[in-house]
């Protein structure tokens, strides 16, 4: 089973901008849909960005589209979400996923279930 590794949280202003990544531990990672989740207190984990084994597709919540980007470097079996026009509201701990199975397909998944693999979770404090 896959081993994942988030870090690049912190507590940053309104309006500001972090990096997540989020590391794998075996090359196979790079076959693996990924994924980007967060929790906020007292609230469900959500989806905030999906990106399938090749990249050629992702899935953004409604919320961060446009502010956030996820990307992935196959050489570094890493998974990256860039977070830009932070607001308050998206403060959460933030959590990677893997999809391990289901094969090569492009497609980028969008709900908890459809990952079987989660990371320890980094947290993300946004200020006002």
């Known amino acids: 089973q896959v081993q994942l590794v988030e870090s690049g949280g912190g507590l940053v202003q309104a309006g500001g901008s972090l990096r997540l990544s989020c590391a794998a531990s075996?090359?196979?990672?790079?076959?693996?849909?990924m994924g980007w989740f967060r929790q906020a207190p007292g609230k469900e984990r959500d989806i905030v960005a999906g990106?399938?084994?090749?990249?050629?597709?992702?899935y953004y919540a409604a919320s961060v589209k446009g502010r956030f980007t996820i990307s992935r470097d196959h050489a570094k079996n890493t998974v990256y979400l860039q977070m830009n026009s932070l607001k308050p509201d998206d403060t959460a701990v933030y959590y990677c996923?893997?999809?391990?199975?289901?094969?090569?397909?492009?497609?980028?998944?969008?709900?908890?279930?459809?990952?079987?693999?989660w990371g320890q979770g980094t947290q993300v404090t946004v200020s006002s």
């Open positions: 996923a893997a999809r391990t199975y289901g094969g090569y397909n492009s497609a980028a998944y969008s709900r908890s279930g459809d990952y079987d693999s």
């Open positions: 075996v090359r196979t990672s790079a076959t693996y849909p």
């Open positions: 990106i399938s084994w090749n990249g050629l597709s992702t």
